[in-house]
C-alpha cells in the first residue's frame, strides 16, 4: 500500500492507494469512522459490477449501508440528481455523525462531494475514485460541483474527503475510451512537473504495460497534486497550473456544446496547442510540441480539430470564469516537465493562441 499524506489548514487526511484494496474496504474504514451508518452514492455501471462486493464486504464488517444510484454521465451532476441525493440522504436518515461515501469517477465523486458538502451544512465523506481521471485527478483537492444549464462546475465548493481509497484495478472493467480519456490528465501531470513521468507513459508498450505499472504512476500523479493543494488550497495562484491545457480545452468542448470531445480530448488537444503556439514564440524548447503530439498519438488521443480557428476559442474564452479583469493566466511549458504562469492583456491573447 502507499501512503500520501495531505496537511492543509484545519484538516488532514490520507490518501491510499492499492491494488485490490477494495475487498477489505470494511476493515479500511474502521481506521478512520468509528459510526455504523454509510451512505454510497455511485453510478449505474459501477453498481452493476461492484455493488454486491461493496454491500456484503460492508455489511460483514457490520455496518448498515444505504445506497443512491444515479445514471452514469455528465447529465447527472445536475441540481435535478443533487436534490434526489438529498431526499435519499433523508430517507436514510444520515446524520452529521454517519459517513457518504462516493464510490466513482469525477461525476460520482464532484457530485457526490457536493451532496456531501451541503447536506446538514456537511457530513464526512470517504472518496472511493474508480476512473483513472478520478484516481489521478479529481478525487484529490477537494474540489466538488455540479454543472448548471449555463455552465459546467458553476456550483461547488471546496470540501475535503475524510479520506481517500484507490484500488487501481478496478481500473481493468474501465472501458478503453475512459481509461485513455484519464490518460490525458496523467500525461499533463508529465508534461507540466514531471519529465521522467512523461517519459516512463511514453514508454510502456500497451494498456497492459501501463496497467500493470498503474499504481505507482497514480501515486506519482496524487503526490503532484498534493504538493500543489497544500500551498495553494483554494486555487488563487499556483494550483492553476494544473490547467495546463484547459483554457483551450473547455473552449473546445464547450464550443461544441460537449457532445464531440470529451474533458479529457479537449485538454489532449489544448496541450499540443498551446505547446505548438509557445514553440512558436521561442518560450518553449523547440520538439516537445512534438513529443506531446507523439504520446498522444500512442494513447489514441485527438491533437487538433477541424475546422475551429484561433478566434472561435478566443471567443468563448473571453467569458470563461478563470479570465479575471482584463487579464488571464496561461500555462506554458518551458520544457517537458516544466511549467510557468503567465498573466497576459487579454488584448495579446492571439499571440499564444
Ligand atoms: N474535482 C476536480 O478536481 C475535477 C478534476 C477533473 C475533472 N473533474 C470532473 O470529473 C468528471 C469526469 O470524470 P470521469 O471521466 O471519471 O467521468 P465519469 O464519472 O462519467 O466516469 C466515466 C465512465 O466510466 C464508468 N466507470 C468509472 N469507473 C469505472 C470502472 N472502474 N469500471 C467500469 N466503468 C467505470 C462510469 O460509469 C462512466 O460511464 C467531470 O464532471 C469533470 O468536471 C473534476
Same mark, same amino acid.
Given at each position: 500500500?502507499?501512503?500520501?499524506?495531505?496537511?492543509?489548514?484545519?484538516?488532514?487526511?490520507?490518501?491510499?492507494?492499492?491494488?485490490?484494496?477494495?475487498?477489505?474496504?470494511?476493515?479500511?474504514?474502521?481506521?478512520?469512522?468509528?459510526?455504523?451508518?454509510?451512505?454510497?452514492?455511485t453510478?449505474?455501471?459501477?453498481?452493476?459490477?461492484?455493488?454486491?462486493?461493496?454491500?456484503?464486504?460492508?455489511?460483514?464488517?457490520?455496518?448498515?449501508?444505504?445506497m443512491?444510484?444515479?445514471?452514469?454521465?455528465?447529465?447527472?451532476?445536475?441540481?435535478?440528481?443533487?436534490?434526489?441525493?438529498?431526499?435519499?440522504?433523508?430517507?436514510?436518515?444520515?446524520?452529521?455523525?454517519?459517513?457518504?461515501?462516493?464510490?466513482?469517477?469525477?461525476?460520482?465523486?464532484?457530485?457526490?462531494g457536493?451532496?456531501?458538502?451541503?447536506?446538514?451544512?456537511?457530513?464526512?465523506?470517504?472518496?472511493?475514485?474508480?476512473?483513472?481521471?478520478?484516481?489521478?485527478?479529481?478525487?484529490?483537492?477537494?474540489?466538488?460541483?455540479?454543472?448548471?444549464?449555463?455552465?459546467?462546475?458553476?456550483?461547488?465548493?471546496?470540501?475535503?474527503?475524510?479520506?481517500?481509497?484507490?484500488?487501481?484495478?478496478?481500473?481493468k472493467?474501465?472501458p478503453?475510451?475512459?481509461?485513455?480519456?484519464?490518460m490525458?490528465?496523467?500525461?499533463?501531470?508529465?508534461?507540466?512537473?514531471?519529465?521522467? *513521468?512523461?517519459?516512463?507513459?511514453? &514508454?510502456?508498450?500497451?494498456? /497492459?504495460?501501463?496497467? %500493470? +505499472? $498503474?499504481? =505507482?504512476? #497514480?501515486?506519482?500523479?496524487?503526490?503532484?497534486?498534493?504538493?500543489?493543494?497544500?500551498?495553494?488550497?483554494?486555487?488563487?495562484?499556483?494550483?492553476?497550473?494544473?490547467?495546463?491545457?484547459?483554457?483551450?480545452?473547455?473552449?473546445?468542448?464547450?464550443?461544441?456544446?460537449?457532445?464531440?470531445?470529451?474533458?479529457?480530448?479537449?485538454?489532449?488537444?489544448?496541450?499540443?496547442?498551446?505547446?505548438?503556439?509557445?514553440?512558436?514564440?521561442?518560450?518553449?524548447?523547440?520538439?516537445?510540441?512534438?513529443?506531446i503530439?507523439?504520446?498522444?498519438?500512442?494513447?489514441?488521443?485527438?491533437?487538433?480539430?477541424?475546422?475551429?480557428?484561433?478566434?472561435?476559442?478566443?471567443?468563448?474564452?473571453?467569458?470563461?470564469?478563470?479570465?479575471?479583469?482584463?487579464?488571464?493566466?496561461?500555462? *506554458?511549458?518551458?520544457?517537458?516537465? &516544466?511549467?510557468?504562469?503567465? /498573466?497576459?492583456?487579454? %488584448? +495579446? $491573447?492571439? =499571440?499564444? #493562441?
Amino acid at each position: 500500500m502507499k501512503n500520501i499524506k495531505v496537511n492543509i489548514p484545519d484538516k488532514n487526511y490520507e490518501i491510499k492507494i492499492e491494488n485490490g484494496c477494495l475487498n477489505k474496504i470494511g476493515e479500511m474504514i474502521k481506521n478512520i469512522y468509528d459510526g455504523k451508518k454509510l451512505f454510497i452514492i455511485t453510478d449505474r455501471n459501477l453498481q452493476r459490477i461492484y455493488g454486491e462486493l461493496l454491500n456484503n464486504n460492508l455489511k460483514s464488517s457490520g455496518y448498515e449501508v444505504g445506497m443512491h444510484v444515479i445514471e452514469p454521465g455528465e447529465t447527472s451532476k445536475s441540481l435535478k440528481e443533487l436534490e434526489k441525493i438529498y431526499s435519499s440522504l433523508v430517507h436514510y436518515n444520515i446524520t452529521r455523525s454517519d459517513l457518504i461515501i462516493t464510490f466513482g469517477g469525477g461525476v460520482v465523486g464532484d457530485l457526490g462531494g457536493f451532496a456531501a458538502s451541503t447536506f446538514l451544512r456537511g457530513v464526512p465523506y470517504l472518496q472511493c475514485p474508480t476512473s483513472l481521471l478520478a484516481q489521478v485527478d479529481s478525487s484529490v483537492g477537494g474540489k466538488v460541483a455540479i454543472d448548471l444549464e449555463s455552465g459546467k462546475n458553476l456550483v461547488g465548493s471546496f470540501y475535503h474527503p475524510v479520506a481517500v481509497f484507490i484500488d487501481p484495478e478496478l481500473l481493468k472493467t474501465l472501458p478503453k475510451t475512459f481509461l485513455h480519456d484519464g490518460m490525458a490528465e496523467t500525461i499533463k501531470y508529465g508534461a507540466f512537473k514531471d519529465e521522467e *513521468l512523461f517519459n516512463k507513459l511514453f &514508454n510502456f508498450n500497451s494498456d /497492459e504495460d501501463l496497467l %500493470n +505499472n $498503474i499504481e =505507482e504512476i #497514480i501515486y506519482t500523479c496524487c503526490d503532484i497534486k498534493r504538493n500543489i493543494v497544500e500551498r495553494d488550497e483554494k486555487d488563487l495562484g499556483e494550483r492553476m497550473i494544473l490547467n495546463f491545457g484547459h483554457t483551450i480545452g473547455h473552449g473546445i468542448e464547450q464550443y461544441f456544446n460537449y457532445t464531440k470531445y470529451t474533458h479529457g480530448e479537449g485538454v489532449a488537444i489544448g496541450m499540443y496547442w498551446i505547446t505548438s503556439k509557445s514553440e512558436q514564440l521561442g518560450i518553449t524548447e523547440k520538439g516537445s510540441a512534438n513529443k506531446i503530439k507523439e504520446i498522444l498519438i500512442k494513447y489514441e488521443l485527438p491533437w487538433s480539430v477541424d475546422n475551429l480557428t484561433s478566434n472561435d476559442i478566443i471567443d468563448i474564452i473571453s467569458r470563461d470564469k478563470k479570465k479575471s479583469r482584463n487579464n488571464i493566466s496561461l500555462i *506554458l511549458l518551458k520544457s517537458i516537465g &516544466n511549467a510557468f504562469i503567465k /498573466e497576459i492583456d487579454f %488584448n +495579446n $491573447i492571439k =499571440e499564444y #493562441i
